[in-house]
């Protein structure tokens, strides 16, 4: 595609395009990508490991626009076979397509893999908007040429959505649960704003998770993180992945990799029995938020799962002073332990007259039950209330 000054390239991998080219297109804080999960290194690791590839189901077709030769915007972007490691349903759509004689796969797919993160997709570091429509009908341009029946934008800013919207992509919301810090100068300063029942319930279970057993916990970060760590961490992953998912996305080679580009933006927490680890979490440090990714235990511990992925995640924001803990996709029982009701969006290309207008049914009965679910849910938060 090109008009006179603006060029598109598509890329086949992520290796082929320059990390300075890369990150100096995303936003960023003094030079460093603001959140993790959109630094080249984290893509180049998953590809870098296999993880994330044309063998796996997706095959990186990073859409880069370029205006006289230098780089002006990008998106990232997947030509998928399947619709795993998303966390943005869409295997209904799959199926009702594919049961009226449509092809649904291949789709393009606009996200981080396996991340449920929301974070910007058009990467247009001047905000042009013309630039951002660019890329959004390059990428449906590039659906044509692809026979993809789709374009799939997910965990998107709200701000990004709406203006996909604008342009005529479709329009889905979900929820999150994330913790919000008001400055808080302690862990017990926290707790004197949840009301008094949940206050006791969470000391209760800050104590059951650790005391009762005698546990420890560990946080591990930088130069500190070895390969030891990571081959303990690994096989609590793999025990989770297993159990959720059928198999982990994610290799080990993989958090070799992150761990030697990006060691300084990874937190590892790990639950330990005397010198014996017994539970890990590993989350990635934005410019002003935690990200909890991934969890997993070698036993039974009541509450320690809550301790470690959502308590000691608290506590080093606060430690810290970032603004914003995001614990994952999912997960109702976030809410009692101060984790609120926070919308995400996704915004959606499709092809087909038909499926399309389906599918704008659906999502507009949707959003309005997850607007009701979200307004019930903010009731139900721990806090003191008035």
Same mark, same amino acid.
């Given at each position: *595609?090109?008009?006179?000054?603006?060029?598109?390239?598509?890329?086949?991998?992520?290796?082929?395009?320059?990390?300075?080219?890369?990150?100096?297109?995303?936003?960023?804080?003094?030079?460093?990508?603001?959140?993790?999960?959109?630094?080249?290194?984290?893509?180049?690791?998953?590809?870098?490991?296999?993880?994330?590839?044309?063998?796996?189901?997706?095959?990186?077709?990073?859409?880069?626009?370029?205006?006289?030769?230098?780089?002006?915007? &990008?998106?990232?972007?997947?030509?998928?076979?399947?619709?795993?490691?998303?966390?943005?349903?869409?295997?209904?759509?799959?199926? +009702?397509?594919?049961?009226?004689?449509?092809?649904?796969?291949?789709?393009? /797919?606009?996200?981080?893999?396996?991340?449920?993160?929301?974070?910007?997709?058009?990467?247009?570091?001047?905000?042009?908007?013309?630039?951002?429509? +660019?890329?959004?009908?390059?990428?449906?341009?590039?659906?044509?040429?692809?026979?993809?029946?789709?374009? $799939?934008?997910?965990?998107?800013?709200?701000?990004?959505?709406?203006?996909?919207?604008?342009?005529?992509?479709? $329009?889905?919301?979900?929820?999150?649960?994330?913790?919000?810090? /008001?400055?808080?100068?302690?862990?017990?300063?926290?707790?004197?704003?949840?009301?008094?029942?949940?206050?006791?319930?969470?000391?209760?279970?800050?104590?059951?998770?650790?005391?009762?057993?005698?546990?420890?916990?560990?946080?591990?970060?930088?130069?500190?993180?070895?390969?030891? $760590?990571?081959?303990?961490?690994?096989?609590?992953?793999?025990?989770?992945?297993?159990?959720?998912?059928?198999?982990?996305?994610?290799?080990?080679?993989?958090?070799?990799?992150?761990?030697?580009? *990006?060691?300084?933006?990874?937190?590892? *927490?790990?639950?330990?029995?005397?010198?014996?680890?017994?539970?890990?979490?590993?989350?990635? &440090?934005?410019?002003?938020?935690?990200?909890?990714?991934?969890?997993?235990?070698?036993?039974?511990?009541?509450?320690?799962?809550?301790?470690?992925?959502?308590?000691?995640?608290?506590?080093?924001?606060?430690?810290?002073?970032?603004?914003?803990?995001?614990?994952?996709?999912?997960?109702?029982?976030?809410?009692?332990?101060?984790?609120?009701?926070?919308?995400?969006?996704?915004?959606?290309?499709?092809?087909?007259?038909?499926?399309?207008?389906?599918?704008?049914?659906?999502?507009?009965?949707?959003?309005?039950?997850?607007?009701?679910?979200?307004?019930?849910?903010?009731?139900?938060?721990?806090?003191?209330?008035?």
């Amino acid at each position: *595609m090109s008009d006179a000054e603006l060029t598109a390239t598509i890329h086949p991998s992520t290796a082929s395009i320059p990390a300075a080219t890369w990150n100096g297109l995303v936003p960023s804080t003094s030079g460093k990508p603001d959140n993790p999960f959109l630094d080249h290194a984290f893509f180049l690791a998953l590809e870098q490991s296999g993880s994330a590839n044309a063998r796996t189901g997706w095959q990186p077709q990073h859409l880069l626009l370029e205006r006289d030769g230098t780089p002006v915007a &990008l998106m990232p972007l997947f030509l998928k076979s399947h619709s795993q490691g998303e966390y943005v349903f869409d295997h209904a759509w799959a199926d +009702a397509y594919q049961r009226a004689g449509g092809e649904y796969y291949p789709k393009l /797919q606009c996200s981080v893999p396996f991340t449920p993160v929301t974070a910007p997709k058009l990467w247009v570091p001047s905000g042009d908007p013309a630039l951002r429509r +660019a890329l959004l009908t390059t990428a449906e341009t590039l659906a044509q040429q692809r026979n993809a029946s789709s374009v $799939h934008a997910t965990f998107v800013p709200e701000e990004e959505a709406e203006f996909a919207e604008e342009t005529g992509w479709l $329009h889905r919301v979900d929820t999150q649960y994330h913790w919000h810090n /008001q400055d808080f100068s302690s862990f017990e300063d926290y707790l004197a704003t949840l009301s008094s029942r949940h206050r006791k319930v969470t000391r209760r279970e800050r104590r059951d998770a650790l005391g009762e057993e005698g546990l420890t916990v560990e946080w591990i970060t930088g130069s500190d993180i070895k390969e030891h $760590h990571w081959d303990e961490f690994f096989a609590f992953y793999q025990d989770t992945g297993n159990r959720k998912w059928g198999r982990p996305y994610l290799n080990r080679s993989f958090f070799s990799l992150l761990s030697a580009a *990006m060691a300084d933006r990874i937190v590892l *927490m790990f639950a330990y029995d005397g010198d014996r680890p017994i539970a890990g979490t590993l989350n990635l &440090l934005g410019h002003d938020t935690l990200y909890g990714r991934y969890w997993g235990a070698d036993r039974d511990v009541p509450f320690l799962h809550f301790e470690l992925c959502y308590y000691q995640a608290i506590d080093f924001a606060i430690a810290h002073k970032l603004r914003t803990v995001e614990a994952g996709a999912q997960g109702e029982h976030k809410l009692a332990r101060g984790y609120v009701p926070t919308p995400t969006h996704s915004v959606h290309w499709i092809g087909h007259p038909g499926l399309r207008n389906a599918v704008a049914d659906y999502l507009e009965h949707e959003r309005a039950s997850v607007a009701h679910d979200q307004d019930v849910l903010d009731g139900f938060t721990p806090f003191k209330k008035g």
